[in-house]
Structures are given as structure tokens and as C-alpha cells.
């Protein structure tokens, strides 16, 4: 199975700063690759999917880059509203396999 | 719009079955592109990808290996809603549950509201 890890595992930063987060796969995904935003008490958001393409209604201050087995989302322009534990999540479409990675918290500092 | 509303019981008892649906608004289960899952979110475990149906012609549905043999994903097409059935539930199996809408390229871009499951006696 192909496994996922997340760096860093949390992070604080200022208003305005641009942030990033690291998602790692142990294999080659190509860019089946899709990232969340999940706040307290609530399900998760889509963000990012196919590694770069925004979702419909995301904030554009949200991007993704990467393919193969290393992938970056950036937050520019921290906001508060961003608050939240970010997961990447792959798929294999040759066995239907789906995994999260393990979330990265990112606060306000 | 797209909803997925859940509904089911909220505490179960070891051994036995772990019962939920997800009615759908704004799509059709029957869809040809959408495929219909189960998550589940816990502390020890995370976010974790349990199951799907979908139709292609004919009916399918998968599994995760953790969960195989346990658990059946029912299409219910007449009230536009899908179900979770989670058998020999163990305090294991205690975790938010999810229901979402994917595609073929396996994002989840509609979720339902969650419900926590607690498996006691």
C-alpha cells in the first residue's frame, strides 16, 4: 500500500505570511493527488484536486504543485479563517485504494 | 447544490451492527460519473476511507482491506440514498462517520455532516 506523510505536522505563522505544507507518497500517484481543509466539529473541504487545479468557490490565496510522489500546498496571505488541519489524500485508480495523509494543524500565531 | 444528509444511531454495542444511510439531494445515486463512500475519522486512525457503490451499468461496490468481509455498502435507488452496515463492531470501530460524493479521479468534493459512533456496552 502506498502510504502517505505530511510535513510539517503543525505550524504557526503571521497574518499575511505564505505558508506551505509538504505531502510525501511512497510511490509514484502521477497527480492523483487532492488536498482538504477540515475545520473543528466539521467535515472536510476540498481544496486542491488533480495536485493543482482549485476547487469551484476556493480562494485563489490557496495553490498546489507537485506530481510523482512530492506535493506542496501553499497558503498565501495567511488569514485567520485559515485556521484548520490541512490532509493530503491520494488515489490509485488501478485498485481503487484511497489514503489520507496524517494532517498538518496550522495556527495564527 | 449538492447535500448528503445523514442519519443513524449514534451509540452501538460491541458485537453488534453499526446501521447508517445517506440521503441524497441534488444528484442522483443512479449517476453514471459519481461513486458514493463512506469515511470515518478517529483519533488512533485518522481519516480513513471505508467503502463505495456506484453505477456503471451495474451495480459495484468496494472495500477497504480493513474493513472487508465486515462491511456492505446498499444502494437504495427508489429514496435516492446509500447505507453503511458495519458488522462485529468492537470499541475499535468508535469514530466520526462520514458519507461523500466522489468521481473517477477519486476526490471528495461533497460531505455529509458527520456522525459520531460510539461502540460501548
Known amino acids: 500500500d502506498i502510504q502517505m506523510t505530511q510535513s510539517p505536522s503543525s505550524l504557526s505563522a503571521s497574518v499575511g505570511d505564505r505558508v506551505s505544507i509538504t505531502c510525501q507518497a511512497s510511490?509514484?500517484?502521477?497527480?492523483?493527488l487532492n488536498w482538504y481543509q477540515q475545520k473543528p466539529g466539521k467535515a472536510p473541504k476540498l481544496l486542491i484536486h488533480?495536485?493543482?487545479t482549485l476547487q469551484t468557490g476556493v480562494s485563489s490565496r490557496f495553490s498546489g504543485s507537485g506530481s510523482g510522489t512530492d506535493f506542496i500546498l501553499t497558503i498565501y496571505n495567511l488569514q485567520p479563517e485559515d485556521v484548520a488541519t490541512y490532509y493530503c489524500?491520494?488515489?490509485?485508480?488501478?485498485?481503487?485504494?484511497?489514503?489520507f495523509g496524517p494532517g498538518t494543524k496550522v495556527d495564527i500565531k | 447544490q449538492v447535500q448528503l444528509q445523514q442519519s443513524g444511531l449514534g451509540l452501538v454495542k460491541p458485537s453488534q451492527t453499526l446501521s447508517l444511510t445517506c440521503s441524497i439531494s441534488?444528484?442522483?445515486?443512479?449517476?453514471?460519473?459519481?461513486?458514493w463512500n463512506w469515511i470515518r475519522q478517529s483519533p488512533s486512525r485518522g481519516l480513513e476511507w471505508l467503502g463505495r457503490?456506484?453505477?456503471?451499468?451495474?451495480?459495484?461496490?468496494e472495500y477497504a482491506p480493513s474493513v472487508e468481509g465486515r462491511m456492505t455498502v446498499n444502494p437504495d435507488s427508489s429514496n435516492n440514498q446509500f447505507s453503511l452496515q458495519l458488522n462485529s463492531v468492537t470499541p475499535e470501530d468508535t469514530a466520526v462517520y462520514y458519507c461523500?460524493?466522489?468521481?473517477?479521479?477519486?476526490?471528495?468534493?461533497?460531505w455529509g455532516q458527520g456522525t459520531l459512533v460510539t461502540v460501548s456496552s
Open positions: 461523500a460524493r466522489s468521481f473517477h479521479s477519486g476526490f471528495f468534493d461533497f
Open positions: 441534488g444528484d442522483s445515486i443512479s449517476s453514471d460519473t459519481a461513486a
Open positions: 457503490t456506484f453505477l456503471r451499468s451495474k451495480w459495484y461496490s
Open positions: 489524500q491520494k488515489f490509485d485508480p488501478a485498485r481503487a485504494a484511497f489514503a
Open positions: 510511490q509514484g500517484i502521477n497527480i492523483y
Open positions: 488533480h495536485a493543482l
